[in-house]
């Protein structure tokens, strides 16, 4: 085996015993098929953020030892994650001879006692105290859910929580025997006549209803619904969001508020002055002004809530507050704070939601606070409307949704939930075949232990909320929840380490909340991607993603669609990739060449993207999906027949290919390099197509004829 190092420093022997425990990687096998060394630097780093003290060879010693004594000073772990109708054994520590009684409370509130197992275990000498084990079983008979284990001991008592997941997410059975095909898209760039300059939920529910009608579509893919700034600068990409847990004001329509109806004439009429400006934005191709729409859009949305609620929708308010409970609270308090101080820094004192001044300054600005949090109602309610518009046209799935890898490192996710984020560090990506400098995606990522120890609470709150009001959820970077590259800040992105997390307990939990919610979940597992993690995706239900462009045969080839999985997303494209008609003349290439992202010969790569077309195309007039010497607008309609003829359980159709487009929505890697997720949907001309006129578009017209005619062949 071959191991490419770096003249970083190497990891002493110490270094690397305490990581290899921590599961911190001390090499990684990178696109390039061969073993990269990762930096003693990197690793103290990761170390550092997991609050383990690396600072050198005795400190590692140390640490591993009060690693060992750790798990004996929990009298119960704060949380255990098992399938359902599998048994488990979970340790109780206690003073060595004091007896222990422990039992569970159901979530239904029914309480079931715990039966201890007959399992000597010699007690451990922890500091000052002799400490025992005792091992108890928790039954295979345990129903899904979230209960509560509680231990009492000698005036003491702990508790802990057990999570029971189903063993795999099944797919629904019309789901899976129809193979539904849908159409993927970004929901900001999908304008219509009534839009406010982007793309909302009011038009996100048409689309799903003319998706279905128009095109014959089960589904529509759309980017992350999270949570933006409450004040400009508006961070553009859907995937650097403030806040996972709540959703994006900015893709309200404010004349779907019911009390806009109410609101009096002098004011409705500053509402109406108010959108003129952003609706004449949705008939150009200009990039999308968030900034000037969200200051367009608060404007009218203020209005509004001055607007007296009936008793009814009162109670709906406070009910939806009461349901989301704390989380609400500290969301719409950091966003009163945020606008509050517009960028500037903020006061020592409220840099916790813990801190009493926090709370004083929240009791102090209510009214501010109180209106974010009905923001917040008004999102539910209309993104809850889209997917009730979705389902009413008989889409099987409706509308899919994309949850991002984690949140703005300043936004209020962060501020809220620092004590479980690993401070200092980002998430990204070494090295890869696009993007050769690694990435640096600037977000915070989980701290395992931390995020263990509060027994996975934070992460369920985030996928509930993802899969709330939706009938399939995409995970962007699914690997992130079986390893993460950690980037410490400052440094280089590809001197970064992974860090290994409990995907058991992750996946497990994203199946569970899925399978209340009906869900599908698909992983998005592109990129470097063991195979066994593609198996144990498969095994709990979770569907994968094959991009046509990136699945090859053994031989190097591209490869046949009767070979793709079964259990996956298949699609011509993604949000990271030109569209088709762009890919095809290999801008892909020419575009990080300009933008300074290669690091090899642009020529050769260039060569590559070209014998990759001809073998695409080769494959397609092989099969009698296009004619000899087809254009481009053909080879699409082909690429899109041989998505829909592999078995895949799911086909996205890109709306980019649909009406010609070629301009990238991202380039990853970049940052202020390139106007990333600001691209309204045009054509291959550059003139904007609105939602209104998507389906009559000739071209639409026709790839929504291939991909029927498709169907129609597979019976």
Known sequence: MVTVTTSLEKPSEALIALAQVCGISTEYRGHDGLMHACSAQAMRAALQALELDASDDAACEQTLLDLEDHLWQRIVPP??????????????????????????????????????LDRPVPPRQVGARLVGRATFRLSEHLPLGWHRIEANTAGRRAKGWVVVTPERLEVPAQVRNARPWGFTT???????????????????????????IRA??????????????????????????TSRRFLSPLYIRVEDIVEVAYVPSQQRAVIEWAAERPRRANTTADLIDRDAIWRAKLEALEQIYQVPRSAGRQAQFEAFCLREGKALEDFATWCAIAEAHRGLPWPHELDSPLSPNVAAWRQEHMERVLFYAWLQWVCDEQLERAQANAKAAQMSLGIMTDLAVGVHPEGADAWALQRVLARG?????????????????????????????????????????????????????????????????????????????????????????AHRAGAVVIGEDLGTVEPWVRDYLASRGILGTSVVWFEKEPDGRARRPENYRADALACVSTHDLPPTAAYLAGEHVTLREELGLLTADPDVLLAQARAERGDMVDLLEERGWVSPHPTDEEIIGGLNKLAMNTPAALIGVAITDGVGERRTQNQPGTFTEYPNWQIPLCDGDGEPVLLDDLFEHPRMKRLVDAVRDARATLG
């Open 186 to 212: 970004q929901l900001y760039s999908i304008r219509s006549s009534r839009s406010w300059g982007l793309g909302d939920y009011s038009d996100l529910g048409e689309l799903c209803a003319l998706a279905k």
């Open 79 to 116: 949380v255990t994650v098992l399938r359902q109708g599998h048994s488990r054994e979970i340790p109780v520590h206690v003073t060595h001879g004091d007896p222990v009684e422990v039992f569970m409370t159901l979530e239904t509130g029914e309480v079931w006692q715990v039966d201890q």
């Open 425 to 513: 560090m980002a998430v990204g990506a070494p090295p890869d075949m696009y993007n050769q400098q690694g990435q640096n995606w600037s977000q915070p990522p989980w701290q395992p232990r931390a995020l263990e120890s509060a027994a996975y609470l934070p992460f369920r709150d985030v996928v509930r909320a993802a899969v709330r009001h939706c009938g399939a959820l995409r995970i962007d970077h699914v690997i992130g929840l079986f390893r993460q590259w950690w980037i410490k800040e400052g440094a280089e992105a590809a001197d970064g380490c992974y860090v290994q997390f409990d995907h058991e307990a992750l996946i497990g939990i994203c199946v569970l909340e």
């Open 216 to 241: 014959g579509a089960d589904f529509v893919l759309i980017n992350p619904l999270h949570a933006c700034e409450p004040v400009s600068p508006i961070s553009p990409s859907p995937y650097l969001p």
